[in-house]
T-cell receptor, first 113, second 110 residues
Framework: AQSVTQLGSHVSVSEGALVLLRCNYSSSVPPYLFWYVQYPNQGLQLLLKYTSAATLVKGINGFEAEFKKSETSFHLTKPSAHMSDAAEYFCAVSGTGANNLFFGTGTRLTVIP | GVTQSPTHLIKTRGQQVTLRCSSQSGHNTVSWYQQALGQGPQFIFQYYRKEENGRGNFPPRFSGLQFPNDSSELNVNALELDDSALYLC???????????FGPGTRLTVL
């Protein structure tokens, strides 16, 4: 079975500060891991994905995430927050070869000018 | 990209609803998710090459179809108040490939 836990339902950072959104996963098989972003009244946009290649994954809009098997973590980071980063972020996991995603409950990112 | 219709819908308890999804060009797989307010999306089911290919923990009154052009619809019978949610459709090249989401249909059940 697969599941993810997102620590912190709400994170606030100042514009230009480091963004760190936490995700821990549980999986009985080698996982595929994803980060999606959701802007108000919109669907989900894929930021990045890990599929057992490089452990450091670079995504769109300057975001990246590192897969750490020993810590069962896949935290999302961005060196410098921009106002346009304000949104809801979801971490998701699927089993290798699986056809469905298990999502966390989301973290709302607020960027303070 | 993936498109969904309608954008918003209001129904009353006990009614039936049909939501529609057009997948990205070349994609043969469509997955449906329910996102309740303040929650992450939950997997309803997936259609791959016109057949149901996996189902989450949803009752049989949630059903679907995939058409020859790979578009899809989600049908919900006997609507309940708890069915109020954002319904998201996602398409992928194959069943286990990365899923790309549409903007969703917001369903309100009164």
């Amino acid at each position: 079975a697969q599941s993810v836990t997102q620590l912190g339902s709400h994170v606030s950072v100042s514009e230009g500060a480091l963004v760190l959104l936490r995700c821990n996963y549980s999986s009985s098989v080698p996982p595929y891991l994803f980060w999606y972003v959701q802007y108000p009244n919109q669907g989900l946009q894929l930021l990045l994905k890990y599929t057992s290649a490089a452990t450091l994954v670079k995504g769109i809009n300057g975001f990246e995430a590192e897969f750490k098997k020993s810590e069962t973590s896949f935290h999302l980071t961005k060196p410098s927050a921009h106002m346009s980063d304000a949104a809801e972020y979801f971490c998701a996991v699927s089993g290798t070869g699986a056809n469905n995603l298990f999502f966390g409950t989301g973290t709302r990112l607020t960027v303070i000018p | 990209g993936v498109t969904q219709s309608p954008t918003h819908l209001i129904k009353t308890r006990g009614q039936q609803v049909t939501l529609r999804c057009s997948s990205q060009s070349g994609h043969n797989t469509v997955s449906w998710y329910q996102q309740a307010l303040g929650q992450g999306p939950q997997f309803i089911f997936q259609y791959y090459r016109k057949e149901e290919n996996g189902r989450g923990n949803f009752p049989p009154r949630f059903s679907g179809l995939q058409f020859p052009n790979d578009s899809s619809e989600l049908n919900v019978n006997a609507l309940e108040l708890d069915d109020s949610a954002l319904y998201l459709c996602a398409s992928s090249l194959e069943a286990t490939d990365t899923q790309y989401f549409g903007p969703g249909t917001r369903l309100t059940v009164l």
